[in-house]
């Protein structure tokens, strides 16, 4: 399956600040999934990402996917204590291949 | 709808016992996954079932690991013996058809082996 490399692996953000976490792949991806999952919960999908250069947007969340389908990126803006936990992407090909995951924690 | 659900939440065994997990997933979908993260480690694959076969189980780690989903309903999956590294929260999740559309995760099972 896919192997992907997701830096940071860990984020500690000031409350109101941004923070972008970065997915790799070394191949092309067909299309890639992002997922969060608060301390002690279970992942929950956030979004997918299918065409090259793709962006979408879920209120201060930024999801990009790039131009050659290797790499994607989450971006948050004006981080909440609502944001702590730890983000995942997964590469998409025959079955799903998770990255470490990035894990968020926020001062206020 | 329900979710997911996962069976126990919590299982502390020792070294050389056997354990068996559940997954329930979501009432009609075909495909269930197997995952584990061991803390701070990527979410692994372990197996697919599409209804009662076994679609890949190329992230089973050895034979001490067996999965079953009877009938096309729920799953099990059943270590013997544990060994320590066996240690990590189980995932199970549920899509309806199409290969990886999303997943909708149950709440997991942490497995400690002592």
């Known amino acids: 399956g896919q192997q992907v490399m997701q830096i940071p692996q860990y984020q500690h953000v000031q409350e109101g600040e941004d923070f972008t976490t970065y997915c790799n792949s070394s191949t092309t991806l067909s299309n890639i999934q992002w997922y969060k999952q608060r301390p002690g919960g279970h992942p929950v999908f956030l979004i997918q990402l299918v065409k090259s250069g793709e962006v979408k947007k879920q209120k201060r969340l930024t999801f990009q996917f790039g131009e050659a389908k290797k790499n994607s990126s989450l971006h948050i803006t004006a981080t909440q204590t609502t944001d702590v936990g730890t983000y995942f992407c997964?590469?998409?090909?025959?079955?799903?291949?998770f990255g470490a995951g990035t894990t968020v924690t926020v001062r206020a | 709808e329900a979710g997911v659900t996962q069976f126990p939440s919590h299982s502390v065994i020792e070294k050389g016992q056997t354990v068996t997990l559940r997954c329930d997933p979501i009432?009609?979908?075909?495909?269930l996954y197997w995952y584990r993260r061991v803390m701070g480690k990527e979410i692994k694959f372990l197996l697919h079932f599409v209804k009662e076969s076994k679609q890949d189980e190329s992230g089973m780690p050895n034979n001490r690991f067996l999965a079953e989903r009877t009938g096309g309903t729920y799953s099990t999956l059943k270590v013997q013996p544990a060994e320590l590294e066996d240690s990590g929260v189980y995932f199970c999740?549920?899509?309806?058809?199409?290969?990886?559309?999303?997943?909708?995760f149950g709440s997991g099972t942490q497995l400690s082996v002592l």
């Open positions: 009432s009609g979908h075909d495909n």
């Open positions: 999740a549920s899509s309806h058809g199409l290969t990886n559309e999303k997943l909708f």
């Open positions: 997964a590469a998409n090909d025959y079955k799903l291949s």
